[in-house]
C-alpha cells in the first residue's frame, strides 16, 4: 500500500478546514479508491479514511495511522461507519 498526497487537488476543502476548524495543518492522501483527510490541531489529530465504494478494511487503517502518526492503532479509538472510519488522536497540551 501507498498513500499518495493529492491535497493539492482539494484545495476548497483545505481552505475551509482550516478557516472552520482549530487546524492548522491539513493533509488529503489517495489510498487507492480510498481517500484519507488528515488534520492536526494543537489539541488533536483526526484521520479520515473514506471510500465511495465499500467499507474501510482494519488493514488500511492501521497502514494508515502507523504512516502518518507512526503510532500503533491498537492504542486508539476507531469510530466505523457507511464506507468510512475515522481516528482521533489526543496530544499532549505544551505548557
Known sequence: MRLFD???????????????????????????NVTVLHTKAPTHEEILLKSDHRN??????????????????????VIHGHHLAEVSINLPIAQ
Open 6 to 32: 493529492v491535497t493539492n487537488n482539494f484545495r476548497d476543502l483545505v481552505h475551509h478546514q482550516l478557516a472552520g476548524t482549530d487546524a492548522n495543518l491539513v493533509k488529503v492522501y489517495s489510498l487507492g
Open 56 to 77: 474501510i478494511r482494519d488493514d488500511e487503517i492501521n497502514f494508515v495511522v502507523e504512516s502518518l502518526t507512526h503510532l500503533n492503532s491498537d492504542q486508539l479509538e
